[in-house]
């Protein structure tokens, strides 16, 4: 089971509760010993007519029975340092067995979706894969090709030939899903195939910066290591959703899952199958979430996505796209933040035309932009430091020009014109904004800069007419974005 970068969770303490006490399975208990008159005016515990729950529990067991000879056991052979259960650890595991490099089974899970043998599972539970064999509910092993991969939604296609139709679960639709809504898991935790689990929707839509299209569905079925790529079902018997993730401090489940929905599943095993990859729709722009301090800068909405970039040649390039711009809507959907613009513009077929509502310097106007396919690969695309009295004093930044020594140091490259941050006044406005050394300033709002110079001009500017915030575009390891400084901290005293 994959986890979430434990980097975001070490400010987060968990502590696990034990209940003395709890009565599990109906036992009521009782002790004749503290009766003080035993059989005087004495009631039932359970009055005539009351003896089955107004609101019973579900039972699964049908629906388990049912669906259960179509979840699969997955073991892949791999030639890596170290591995578990499902597949490599994404922590860098290979770092504490240097040299150990062998062959290596490691185990997932998966589940039938038509009668010819077509599976589906994460992409983690058979990346870098030499082999893989899938076991079926009777005990058949079946060799498996994989038919295709999609890293960015961590799904994966994969074929067996039974020689004969098999059973085979439906896809649900997941856009009909509620929170508190039951469902169960099925799959193969710590390699003990067919393990069911139930609980409840905890929530959707979740963002657990795994990539750029997170939209889990997180519940509170347990599941563990093993469990990934295997069904989420709700009571109707069709698989509304694939486990992928948990949270977890300790490697096991707390109640914190995640699963991809089915309506995600549907669309990339589509595309595998008829092409044996995936395509997603791509303008070649670089957003970032629009905060009040940056809304106030800019003058936009504090919402939607605020382009940090834009990429030479691009499809947004040639639209007219420039970075400052916030994007609200697309083809009429609205947009809340970066998560939105980059799920909304995926799903926009290379060659049409999308429809943006943008807001640039306080105005709206409408920009359409011709989708292209997105790349395989992305790339985003010393002398002593200047010193400003006044913008030192209000911003507390030092700035040195980009010479040869200072590109080499930073890793700047040659075509960026602008002004490296060489020193932070500790305490400024600069440092409670995030702005580090080694940060290239490539604009000052929507306009671009490309010198030291340029740069106090724009901050004299600003302190002069007595703006409350500044937004500063940065280049920080090759990746564009603004960063808000709020120029009332200069002020004070």
């Known amino acids: 089971m994959s986890h979430i970068n434990r980097g975001q969770l070490r400010r987060t303490a968990f502590a696990a509760v034990l209940l003395a006490g709890t009565a599990l399975g109906g036992y009521a208990v009782g002790h004749g ?3 003080e008159n035993p059989g005087a005016n004495a009631a039932p515990v359970n009055p005539p007519g009351a003896t089955e729950l107004q609101h019973p529990l579900p039972d699964f067991s049908n629906l388990v029975a049912q669906v259960k000879p179509a979840v699969v056991s997955i073991t892949t052979k791999m030639n890596v340092s170290a591995a578990s259960d499902e597949g490599p650890v994404p922590f860098p595991f290979s770092q504490m067995f240097p040299g150990r490099a062998r062959q290596v089974e490691a185990r997932g899970s998966g589940f039938i979706i038509n009668p010819d043998g077509t599976i589906v599972t994460n992409n983690h539970v058979v990346q870098n894969a030499k082999s893989v064999q899938v076991v079926l509910d009777d005990g058949t092993e079946l060799p498996a090709k994989v038919m295709g991969r999609d890293p960015r939604t961590d799904i994966a296609v994969l074929k067996v030939d039974a020689g004969h139709k098999l059973p085979y679960i439906q896809l649900g639709d997941s856009n009909h899903l509620r929170p508190g809504e039951w469902v169960v898991a099925i799959g193969n935790p710590f390699g003990l195939g067919g393990t069911v689990t139930a609980g409840i929707v905890s929530a959707e839509g979740r963002d657990i910066g ?15 290591r093993g469990n990934s790529g295997g069904p989420l079902f709700t009571q109707d018997g069709k698989a509304v959703g694939m486990n992928t993730a948990i949270l977890s ?16 599943i549907k669309s990339v095993v589509a595309q595998i199958e008829q092409t044996g990859h995936v395509t ?15 809304a106030k800068a800019l003058n936009v909405p504090d919402r939607g996505a605020l382009l940090a970039g834009v990429k030479p040649d691009s499809p947004a390039a040639k639209a007219g796209l420039q970075p400052g711009d916030v994007i609200e809507s697309v083809n009429g959907q609205n947009v809340q933040n970066p998560r939105d613009l980059a799920v909304q513009v995926a799903a926009v077929k290379p060659g049409d035309t999308a429809k943006l509502d943008v807001v640039r310097n306080g105005e709206h106007r409408t920009i359409e932009v011709t989708v292209s396919s997105l790349p395989n690969e992305q790339v985003a695309e010393g002398g002593a430091p200047q010193q400003d009295e006044e913008g030192q004093a ?27 941050v060489a020193q932070v006044q500790p305490g400024s406005p600069a440092e409670q904004a995030g702005i580090q050394p080694g940060d290239v300033i490539i604009g000052i709002g929507t306009k671009s800069v490309s010198s030291p110079d340029d740069v106090v001009n724009a901050v004299r500017r600003a302190t002069r007419s007595h703006d409350h915030a500044l937004a500063l575009r940065v280049i920080r390891n090759g990746e564009p974005a603004f960063v808000a400084i709020n120029l009332d901290h200069g002020r004070e005293g």
Do not use: H
């Open 33 to 35: 010993a503290f009766a």
């Open 210 to 224: 795994a990539g750029p299209y997170d939209q889990f569905i997180q519940i509170d079925a347990p599941i563990n």
């Open 249 to 264: 401090p300790t490697g096991g489940s707390i109640g914190i899952g995640f699963a991809i929905p089915s309506n995600t």
């Open 280 to 294: 997603r729709g791509y303008i070649g722009v670089e957003a970032q979430q629009v905060s009040s301090q940056m």
């Open 394 to 420: 209000r911003v507390g930044l030092a700035l040195a020009p980009l010479t040869p020594g200072v590109r080499d140091q930073f890793d700047v490259p040659p075509n960026v014109k602008g002004a490296v």
